[in-house]
């Protein structure tokens, strides 16, 4: 899906696809500040590990081309405070801090150039991280690709494409590369509850590529597994324990469940940023939980009783030992353990 890409430049301004108002509505939105990125990430506007990633880097480099001017002393207290506001938009994507902490080396490495050259340095580092992560992706998807049959039916829990990437994507990424080799794939996409990043994203940029999708209930991939109609699931990742474990889009341990119990391969694809080295086991990674509005309604239409108690954690922690392969650029990893993780990563 190349003819809707999620971030572009344009004119020292970074434009990104407004996801909230797909499949209505294809808008971009401008930004030209850290603050600015912050909000954008924060409000939904980018969403998807490595897309938050790319997103934050550019957000610094924004911050250090409207700061170019200032003296160096202000100029740095200008980057930091960007970078803390980058960094607080939401808690569980660690690419959001890969990104930034690359964003802090090279500004490390050039402490003693120009302001100027400096601010042109972290753009071109922005550029960099977004043009290797659709590398990556296109790595990952090739890796992957060879665990799909030909003619196999693939579920999918929330959306881990183009429009969570800088493209390409990670789970669909490799869907997509499976087809380009000639495989017919016929994807099954719940609808992920309560963003409906299944419904309006995934089947949106299924259907842009041609290739063929199935929405579903999230509470329906239980009944298909059942009546034989999945033969594999694939999912992305917004954080990888070093011991394997997986954080990702709420609902995607009940899947990894199901898919044990009726003896389906249950993959991740996720680029090797997504793994937290310093996170021992899944169970300390921060999940966020998100407003009440998006369980109780949706577009402006309430459909719960007003007052009812709501929790809305937006991600969910699925065991490595649930885990067939992890998929990632440089191969796939059958059953991930810290072991397996400390080598890919040495």
């Known amino acids: 899906m190349n003819k809707n890409n999620m971030l572009r430049w344009a004119s020292d301004a970074l434009e990104m696809l407004d996801q909230r108002a797909l499949p209505a509505r294809v808008d971009y939105l401008r930004f030209d500040s850290a603050v600015a990125v912050a909000e954008g990430i924060k409000t939904m506007v980018v969403r998807g590990a490595p897309a938050i990633g790319c997103a934050a880097a550019y957000g610094v480099a924004l911050e250090a081309l409207r700061l170019r001017a200032r003296p160096r002393e202000e100029f740095l207290a200008g980057i930091e405070q960007g970078v803390s506001r980058l960094a607080a938009s939401r808690p569980t994507a660690v690419n959001l801090f890969w990104a930034l902490n690359r964003m802090r080396a090279k500004l490390g490495e050039l402490h003693k150039n120009p302001v100027s050259q400096v601010a042109d340095a972290l753009l071109a580092e922005a550029h960099a991280i977004t043009e290797e992560d659709v590398r990556l ?106 011991n394997g474990d997986v954080v990702n889009k709420i609902g ?9 119990r009726h003896g389906i391969p249950f993959y991740v694809a996720a680029p090797l940023s997504t ?72």
């Open 137 to 242: 992706n296109r790595d990952m998807g090739g890796h992957g690709a060879v665990l799909l049959r030909d003619n196999m039916r693939v579920l999918t829990h929330c959306n881990a494409g183009a429009l969570a990437t800088a493209g390409h994507g990670t789970a669909l990424g490799v869907i997509r590369s499976a087809v380009e080799s000639g495989k017919h794939i016929h994807v099954f996409a719940d609808e992920t509850r309560p963003f409906l990043q299944g419904a309006r994203l995934t089947a949106w940029e299924l259907m842009q590529d041609n290739i063929p999708v199935t929405l579903i209930a999230d509470n329906a991939a239980g009944l298909l597994m059942r009546l034989g109609e999945i033969d594999a699931v694939i999912v992305g990742a917004d954080r990888i324990a070093a």
């Open 252 to 260: 995607t341990y009940g899947v990894a469940v199901l898919a044990r």
């Open 275 to 346: 793994i937290d080295a310093d996170m021992p086991s899944g169970e300390g990674i921060p999940i966020e939980e998100r407003e009440a509005g998006e369980v109780t309604g949706y577009g402006g239409t309430r459909w719960a009783p007003e007052g009812v108690a709501v929790r809305n954690p937006v991600f969910d922690m699925t065991p490595a030992d649930l885990v067939t392969a992890l998929i990632t650029e440089r191969g796939v990893m059958p059953s991930p353990d810290r072991e397996q993780i400390r080598k890919v990563l040495a």
